[in-house]
């Protein structure tokens, strides 16, 4: 209920999402449980899951921002999914891929997210044409951004010379914000090391300045591209404007004020998308006013300045595109792994009957603070401190020693190879497999017989866990 009270409070008239989100959202809580359990005994794959937790979701809130949509008259109310990340080379995938979740959410203000690659700039044409809401994510660079607002207007404009209707299609162009002043800024800590003082004091100025010039000036470049005699022919049947959408703006830099960037970026025709908690803190004390088109000799001097201290803004922005599209692969890779490990726990659970009787409290409590601790990311992360906290010795030596986390990865091109053996032995009339070692080599296998008992017709198997020599013997 707490997104529709927002939406009912006035506080937001639209949501995003992309693979970081879901993956932490899924991960992070048991919300999805009970769908993924049902997913799983219809014998879905970890990624058709994940698609169909998705799709519900985004269907589930567009319902939510249905009453947005229909009171703007299409204006705003809008929820966006992403098109996996894995496509973001692939032009005829990617336009594959975005009309099928079209269709699996099938929502009138829902909106697909396209990332601003050179595969995708083609992509999002195709899609505009085709009469889809697209939102183009990514995009870091002027020159990109003209690429995506001529892709958009080339789309309507193929629509319209076929016949077809342009008065209900939306589109936003998202472009990323604090991520270029963190990028910035780095290069520009860098070139104060070893310089005198009063060059140092002239780097630091431009600090933090980066993104908000760059912004306001592909906000310039949206006025002028959309005042022009070619949007006003198709703005005569109805088009709407490609509206600028101001994203990552929750300031990553503790020294710079928490609204730093929503505040500067307030003008006519724009979204900002913020997380949660900005929103919390623009509503306390953030100060609306329309200051995109303020100053804006400014920014072509931020810009001309940067380049004189040896900031190269297009090779900062090409690297940020692909430092981007490289991590929502990697967060939809690791979302897609969240969604197998609990697949695998669901069967596990199917086919088990546990009953912990006197324990179950306890071990509901202990449980809980395992949660609480974040113990389970921590461990897939590798996190050395789980077992020292405040040795770093120790903590480097336990680093080297987590590579079994990856074992179960690893061990799955070993499938085939593995029951190929478990047939050999049986062939040769072996009954009996016994396990020597000690500690968890040897423990966890005991403990998995002692789970599973042992199939019909296959190995038993015997642990010993112990190096003593009389114990061996026996």
Not at 114 to 142: M, R
Not at 251 to 270: H, R, S, W
Not at 288 to 308: F, G, I, K
Request: hydrophobic letters at 45%; aromatic letters at 6%; charged letters at 25%.
């Amino acid at each position: 209920g707490a997104l529709a009270k927002m939406v009912r409070d006035g506080d937001i008239t639209g949501l995003t999402s992309n693979p970081t989100i879901f993956e932490k959202a899924i991960a992070k809580s048991t919300a999805y449980d009970d769908a993924l359990a049902a997913l799983v005994r219809k014998g879905k794959s970890p990624t058709e899951i994940t698609d169909a937790l998705m799709v519900e979701d985004i269907r589930g809130a567009a319902d939510v921002f249905a009453p947005v949509y229909a009171r703007t008259k299409g204006g705003d109310g809008y929820v966006s999914i992403e098109v996996s990340p894995v496509y973001a080379a692939d032009t005829a995938m990617t336009v594959r891929e975005a009309h099928r979740l079209w269709r699996a959410v099938a929502r009138p203000n829902l909106m697909v997210k396209i990332p601003a690659t050179p595969a995708g700039v083609p992509a999002i044409e195709q899609c505009i044409a085709d009469g889809l809401n697209i939102n183009v994510t990514l995009i870091f660079s002027l020159r990109r951004y003209d690429e995506v607002m001529e892709a958009y207007l080339a789309g309507l404009s193929r629509r319209l010379d076929a016949g077809r209707p342009v008065a209900r299609i939306a589109s936003v162009a998202s472009f990323f914000v604090s991520r270029v002043d963190s990028a910035v800024d780095a290069q520009l800590e860098e070139r104060c090391k070893g310089v005198s003082a009063e060059d140092r004091r002239l780097l630091e100025r431009w600090k933090g300045r980066a993104a908000i010039a760059n912004a306001k000036l592909a906000y310039a470049a949206f006025r002028q591209k959309f005042s022009a005699d070619r949007f006003g022919t198709l703005a005569r049947a109805g088009a709407r404007v490609q509206r600028p959408l101001w994203a990552s703006t929750s300031t990553k830099n503790p020294e710079y004020p928490d609204v730093y960037y929503v505040d500067a970026l307030v003008g006519p025709d724009t979204v900002d998308t913020m997380p949660p908690a900005t929103i919390v803190a623009y509503k306390d004390h953030g100060h609306p006013e329309s200051r995109l088109e303020q100053n804006m000799e400014e920014a072509s001097r931020v810009m001309a300045n940067l380049a004189d201290a040896g900031v190269d803004m297009a090779e900062v922005t090409r690297k940020l595109e692909v430092d981007g599209v490289a991590s929502f692969a990697a967060s939809f890779e690791a979302l897609v792994g969240v969604v197998a490990a609990r697949r695998e726990a669901a069967l596990v659970a199917e086919r088990t009957d546990s009953k912990l009787g006197s324990t179950a409290r306890s071990v509901a409590t202990a449980i809980k603070a395992l949660d609480a601790g974040h113990i389970g990311e921590r461990l897939w992360k590798k996190d050395p401190t789980l077992w020292k906290a405040d040795d770093p010795a120790a903590q480097t030596e336990i680093a080297a020693r987590l590579g079994w986390l990856d074992v179960p990865r690893a061990m799955r091109g070993k499938v085939d190879e593995m029951a190929a053996f478990v047939t050999e032995v049986r062939g040769a009339g072996f009954t009996h497999a016994v396990l020597c070692g000690m500690g968890g080599s040897s423990l966890a296998p005991e403990v998995f017989r002692k789970t599973f008992g042992v199939a019909s017709g296959f190995l038993d198997l015997a642990v010993l866990d112990s190096t003593d020599p009389a114990a061996v013997l026996a």
